[in-house]
């Protein structure tokens, strides 16, 4: 039995979504933009698509969503915004545990003489938010935050930050990349003015995603060409991917608020946490002692590397990760751990399983027992 417990890398696309889906592949495969029946069907179809998206993000109307490739296009689509909107202001805070989606623009933006104000976080990932509402101030022209980590799921705090930022003039953006579909997201009490989504995180499809942007700002677009989401983000538009994405968060929706349902997850997640920390010596859970994603958990196993154990894990079917799915490849050890206090040694060893909500307890005892044995035999070959 495949044992996927990698749901904060990418989540398979639930069969709804792919039902849902599929005609638009053949016989529905009009182009949004066409003055005929079979473009009408496609443009009622976003429409549809596009008031789930607004829906799931408690957005005031659907006319703020705009349909994009992805997290890493939103992000970058708020980014180039905020800074084009306040053109003299120099200071963009955020914070040291953001994806790479937003640590690699705001890098590019401080050789470009932008100051980057990142706040630290403490042990357990909680952001700082002093020194984040400190630096939030009239030179301030975009205050950029995430909502839930994808390496520990720790939730940031961010009541009153949006706020905050309009008494200054300021710009907010959220990413909401790990949250859509876990925490409930409800872009009017956050305050914000621009909030990133991504469909694969949430049983849809990869490569489509959405940033809600606060009604009355005008986006300025990346890219030039037609009118197609309020010329925001030109070119015809993936239709069957975005199909997916309205589906999904439907879908997402409803588990976001489904109490039960996150509690069942939760304690299956506990229940595999749990299980490791009473049973390997030397494992410690990161961020256990704040408020976490449901699904997830990254733990430390003394003396062990995550790659090592990842490739044992793999050879019997279980599948997790060291940190998020870029870092893994990139062989740096996390930003995230290391902003939590942990040496590079200590965030080498460190292992993330995140949960789905279909996840079972049959596949959680499976996967702590070859944790467990993989974790041992490691030991003795050492
Ligand atoms: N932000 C966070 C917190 C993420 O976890 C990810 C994906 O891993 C992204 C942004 C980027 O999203 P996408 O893969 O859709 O570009």
């Known amino acids: ?26 016989e529905r495969f009009g182009n949004p933009s066409s003055v005929h029946g079979l473009g009408d069907d496609a443009a009622d179809a976003l429409r549809a698509a596009r008031s789930a998206v607004a829906r799931l993000l408690d957005a005031r109307s659907p006319k703020e969503i705009v349909f994009t490739s992805g997290g890493t296009e939103s992000i970058n689509t708020a980014i180039h915004s905020a800074v084009a909107l306040n053109p003299d202001r120099r200071t963009i805070v955020t914070s040291a545990v953001e994806h790479s989606a937003v640590r690699a623009p705001l890098a590019e933006l401080e050789t470009r003489g932008w100051r980057i104000v990142r706040a630290g976080v403490d042990a ?39 706020e905050r930022c309009r008494s200054v003039g300021a710009l907010m ?19 914000a003015d621009f909030v990133s989504i991504s469909a694969h995180k949430f049983h849809g499809p990869k490569g489509v995603g959405a940033l809600w942007v606060r009604d009355g700002i005008t986006c300025p677009p990346l890219l030039r060409g037609g009118s197609q989401e ?13 199909i997916g994405l309205g589906q999904a968060a439907e879908s997402a929706r409803a588990f976001a608020q489904d109490d039960a349902a996150r509690a069942r997850v939760a304690g299956l997640r506990d229940r595999l946490e749990r299980g490791i920390l009473d049973q390997v010596s030397g494992a410690r859970a990161n961020g256990a002692g704040a408020p976490r994603t449901f699904n997830t958990t990254n733990i430390a196993f003394e003396g062990l590397e995550a790659e090592a154990m990842l490739g044992l894990f793999s050879s019997q079917e279980l599948y997790a990760s060291a940190g998020s799915a870029c870092h893994a490849k990139a062989r740096k050890p996390s930003h995230v751990l290391t902003a939590m206090g ?35 035999a490691l030991r003795a070959l050492a």
């Open 342 to 376: 942990l040496d590079a040694d200590q965030a080498a060893s460190c292992v993330r399983f995140s949960l789905a909500r279909h996840t079972t307890e049959a596949e959680v005892e499976q996967a702590l027992g070859i944790v467990v044995e993989s974790v041992a």
């Open 124 to 162: 357990d990932g909680r952001i700082d938010r002093a020194a984040i509402e400190a630096a939030i101030t009239s030179d301030c022209a975009l205050v950029a935050l995430m909502l839930a980590n994808n390496e520990t799921g720790v939730i940031s705090d961010l009541d009153g930050i949006g």
């Open 173 to 191: 953006h959220v990413d909401a990349v790990q949250a859509a579909g876990k925490v409930r997201i409800d872009v009017a009490r956050i305050g």
């Open 230 to 242: 309020n010329s925001v983000r030109p070119g015809t538009e993936n239709v069957t991917g975005i």
């Open 1 to 26: 039995m495949r044992l996927y417990f990698d749901n904060n890398a990418t989540t398979p696309v639930a069969p709804d979504v792919l039902a849902a889906m599929l005609p638009f592949f053949s």
